[in-house]
């Protein structure tokens, strides 16, 4: 687990607006979860779990723990949803329910 503070995040969505958090954890192993979840609970922060940040606004400044998603098991399967075309993981198209003409999830 890497936790940074101060974190520049602009680069971690695909919209490149300017944006900064109060602290990034960037969870690199599943027991980094359980921690990262420890500390943000000890410090009584709001957080965020981000993937590939794939139509993603973020806020000039987040008050609160941005989670970086780099262990997810689909993510690690799957990776990209390269074959629709479209950036991002299969588990945000499913959930923004994405498609473009011809390819739907």
Known sequence: ?????????????????????????????????LEAFDYIQKEKLPYQILGKGSNVVLPPHYDGVILLDKISPL???????????????I????????GIPGCEI
């Open 75 to 89: 993510l690690a399967t799957l990776k990209r949803t390269e074959w629709t075309g479209l950036p991002g993981t």
């Open 1 to 33: 687990m890497k936790i940074s503070t101060k974190p520049d995040i602009t680069r971690l969505s695909t919209y490149y607006f300017q944006s900064t958090a109060e602290v990034m954890i960037t969870l690199q192993e599943e027991s980094d979860l």
């Open 91 to 98: 588990s945000g198209a499913v959930y923004g329910n994405a």
